[in-house]
């Protein structure tokens, strides 16, 4: 059965144009898609391990309670080396018209950093050189609840939805540094960071999100996934990018998809940049 192409009414056409210019100057869902038959809702429920690189910059705070702050650095392009838990959940609950996106992970890794720089409270940056052995650990889940209309096509074949939702990055940052030597305040002032120490921080980041995702049928096993979406809040501007390839035998569904996802943040976040892109396996399963 063919079903008419849906046309999007004036008034929703506003709102969505309105949340893009919001969004204007993230991390979406696995493309695995849930498939009802006929007015019924279905639901998919997927796993999608990736192996990105990262690149950060954080801005953490020096542990002595003098204040001032530190730079640290991971990257450029570096993979993650140490996961020690990873758990990525993503559930699909669609109809014909409608569609509910729920996608949570929780992440504690840990990856080879770099202090870079040193702001003392009030004073003047100062380079760092000498790392000797510097490891970041970041802690946190990351949540995002999005709400689709589907405005062409149908899910059992081709189809496109728009989507607005909210993007949650709760962040405990941990970071343990060596150095070859203390960092002193210029012309030898006092102490500002130590040889050797431990920092942590925590961040909070909400942001709205506004995009796209569907697929794109390439018979009646094969599709290819894609999806973009872009926020800000708490954020600067995060966005995201995926596309891939995707093959259904049955119930079950694997996708292969490269996805990239980044944020920018303001001055006073401890997260200052974070962006990670690589290959990504979503294994699904529709009920």
Not at 167 to 183: P, Q, S
């Amino acid at each position: 059965m063919r079903y008419p192409r849906k046309r999007l009414p004036a008034s929703a056409l506003a709102a969505a144009l309105a949340l893009a210019a919001l969004a204007t100057p993230r991390r979406a869902a696995a493309q695995i898609f849930a498939q009802p038959e006929g007015d019924k809702w279905a639901v998919a429920v997927a796993l999608n391990p990736w192996l990105p690189t990262i690149n950060s910059d954080l801005r953490e705070s020096i542990p002595s309670g003098s204040g001032g702050d530190f730079n640290v650095k991971i990257g450029p392009n570096d993979y993650l080396t140490h996961v020690k838990f990873v758990l990525p959940l993503v559930i699909d609950v669609r109809n014909q018209e409608w569609s509910v996106l729920t996608d949570a992970t929780y992440v504690n890794l840990s990856q080879d950093s770099s202090v870079n720089a040193v702001r003392p409270p009030g004073g003047i940056p100062i380079t760092v050189t000498g790392n000797l052995n510097t490891t970041t650990t970041l802690k946190g889940l990351l949540w995002t609840e999005a709400f689709g209309w589907t405005v062409a096509g149908q899910p059992s074949g081709s189809f496109l939805d728009v989507m607005v939702g909210v993007r949650f990055f709760g962040l405990k940052t941990e970071t343990e540094w060596h150095l070859d030597a203390t960092v002193e305040g210029p012309g030898g002032g006092p102490v500002v960071l130590s040889k050797d120490g431990k920092s942590s921080d925590n961040e909070n980041l909400w942001d709205g999100i506004f995009g796209i995702r569907g697929k794109a049928r390439l018979g009646d096993k094969w599709s290819i996934p894609y999806l973009a979406d872009i926020g800000t809040g708490s954020s600067k501007i995060t966005w995201q990018g995926s596309v891939g390839i995707a093959f259904a035998p049955g119930k079950m569904e694997f996708a292969l998809c490269y996805r990239h996802l980044a944020w920018e943040q303001k001055d006073d976040k401890v997260v200052q940049s974070l962006r990670m892109g690589g290959p990504q396996l979503a294994i699904g399963y529709r009920f």
